[in-house]
């Protein structure tokens, strides 16, 4: 197959992809080579960075609104694109159709967002105990941003923070996931227009770093950069966040989830499988929200497990550009690999597995496509632990309420979960500071495809990041408290004399 006119369509032209040498770049469609994408060195990124740094300090003077300019003509841009830049996700993330478009209107959603924002970067102003004084908090542009991304949300999560970073007066550097190039290649270029569009947008303001993690942690560990926004793995986070720290930078960890749902008594079974299915076998199991552990009230098990276990039998899987596929493709073949492992640690350890094999739609042979796995199991077992990134849903019976909520907050990640019951008492239960601990906490929906508007991120190893809607711009700011003596004395705080004659 090819796709070179779905690419240009998205701005990567042939010339931008090389024969041979640098980063391979790939669809997890069919493993079909895409070109070959030229890494910056280190020197290179040096320079990037001192260009970044160099931006940043005009761009700090611009007022906050005419930065909100920008990205409003950058969101108006990446509309314009919708269609070809969400066909590119799914060419090189392999999402379905309409998730490579929900992404895209994610960037967009969150550009609108941030336009708003800057005119709202409000401080503070508190009662001061000195007479004739002023007391106040401003938040001040922090500096260059450096922002790592996986390549699960290629497009969005760099939007989440380059918008946000933008309107707070920062300038940003940007590594996509080394298997996600050409999404950063296309959705960089259009910020680079609307930048070189206009005169109060400093050059260097905004870029493009391509590489592995030799490139991220180049930035990680750079004095340069007082925020590291980093999404990911724990794995990478716990290095990330470790090399951070050692020189006092301020880091904004996005890491893995092992995300629960308990369906009670009460609940809406049908709407229970609807998004118990997409939560967990939707995006392949490839969201840090996916859906991996279920927990299920006895008295309802018998009812829901056999209608979960016949959609999973017969979900439409294969090519994800086409517009009747609910399942694309795992991203290559180690998540493959990953996944069948885990497998086997569940059978060996007494579990019944449905599904999970290794399924070749036509013509696709070069992909890694796999029938969802529904996982059957009497209690917890090791690999529940840990987060898996493929379509594995553990599914186990409860008695009671706070016995499934122990269960699902007893694993080490923490960021999202659900509850699905029309009960009150089971539903204020689940929500209250006895309840789950994770960042996100449904009712009624699955623990995937969070909106924009409130703060996402979560708890323990997921990194304690929030990003997005609410006050999450804050952590692209640094905040200063300032106090004005308008009064002519020089009264002290706290009433502390010293008098110098
Ligand atoms: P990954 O950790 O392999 O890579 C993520 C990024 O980190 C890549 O750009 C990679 O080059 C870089 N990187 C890796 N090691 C590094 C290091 N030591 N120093 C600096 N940079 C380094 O993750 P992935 O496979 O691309 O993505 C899947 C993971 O991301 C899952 O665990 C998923 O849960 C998580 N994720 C989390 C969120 C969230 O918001 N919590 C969102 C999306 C993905």
């Not at 980063?23 to 469609?29: G, K, Q």
């Not at 508190?126 to 290629?154: C, D, T, Y």
């Not at 996931?177 to 950063?184: F, V």
């Not at 490139?215 to 990911?232: E, F, K, N």
């Amino acid at each position: 197959m090819n796709y070179s006119s779905l690419l240009a369509a998205a701005g990567v032209e042939a010339q931008a992809l090389g024969a041979s040498g640098g980063l391979l770049a790939a669809t997890p469609i069919n493993g079909a080579t895409l070109g070959h994408v030229q890494t910056d060195s280190a020197p290179r990124i040096e320079e990037k960075i001192a260009a970044a740094s160099a931006a940043f300090t005009a761009w700090r003077g611009v007022p906050g609104p005419q930065r909100g300019e920008l990205v409003r003509q950058f969101g108006t841009l990446v509309r314009a694109h919708k269609s070809a830049l969400a066909q590119l996700i799914t060419l090189e993330a392999g999402k379905i159709a309409s998730e490579g478009l929900g992404e895209v209107q994610e960037v967009i959603d969150i550009c609108e967002y941030a336009v708003g924002l800057s005119r709202q970067l409000h401080g503070l102003t508190l009662p001061s105990e000195r007479a004739g004084h002023h007391l106040l908090e401003r938040w001040q542009p922090l500096g260059p941003v450096g922002i790592i991304s996986a390549f699960n949300f290629p497009m969005a999560v760099w939007a989440w923070n380059a918008s946000l970073a933008l309107v707070c007066g920062d300038s940003i550097l940007w590594k996509p996931s080394e298997k996600t190039p050409l999404c950063g290649i296309a959705l960089h270029r259009l910020l680079e227009q609307v930048i070189a569009a206009n005169e109060f947008a400093p050059r260097g303001l905004s870029q493009l770093i391509i590489g592995g993690r030799d490139a991220g942690a180049q930035l990680a560990a750079h004095s340069a950069l007082p925020l590291i926004s980093a999404t990911g793995s724990t794995a990478m986070g716990r290095t990330v966040a470790q090399v951070v720290a050692a020189r006092f930078g301020r880091s904004l960890l996005e890491l893995g989830g092992n995300n629960a749902a308990v369906v009670t008594a009460s609940a809406d079974l049908a709407l229970t499988l609807r998004a118990v299915v997409f939560a967990a076998a939707g995006t392949s199991g490839q969201r840090c929200t996916s859906l991996r552990r279920l927990f299920v009230q006895r008295a309802v098990y018998a009812q829901l497990v056999p209608q979960l276990r016949r959609v999973y039998a017969t979900l439409s899987i294969g090519d994800p550009l086409s517009a009747d596929t609910l399942m694309g493709p795992l991203i290559d073949a180690e998540a493959f690999n990953r996944m069948q492992a885990a497998l086997v640690q569940a059978r060996t350890a007494g579990a019944t597995v449905h599904g999970g094999e290794r399924v070749f739609p036509t013509d696709l042979d070069g992909g890694y496509y796999v029938r969802p796995a529904l996982v059957e199991l009497q209690s917890p077992i090791e690999v529940m632990q840990q987060e898996t990134f493929a379509p594995i849903l553990y599914v186990l019976p409860y008695e009671r309420l706070d016995q499934a909520i122990a269960a699902q907050n007893a694993v080490r990640q923490g960021l999202s979960s659900a509850i699905f019951s029309n009960d009150l008492r089971e539903t204020e239960t689940f929500l209250s500071a006895a309840g789950s601990d994770c960042g996100i906490a449904n009712v009624n929906c699955g623990t995937s495809g969070a909106e924009i508007g409130g703060a996402f991120g979560g708890e323990k190893e997921t990194g304690g990041g929030r990003e997005a809607g609410s006050d999450c711009w804050k952590a692209y700011m640094r905040r200063q408290t300032q106090s004005v003596n308008y009064s002519g004395a020089l009264p002290l705080a706290q009433g502390v004399r010293f008098d110098i004659g």
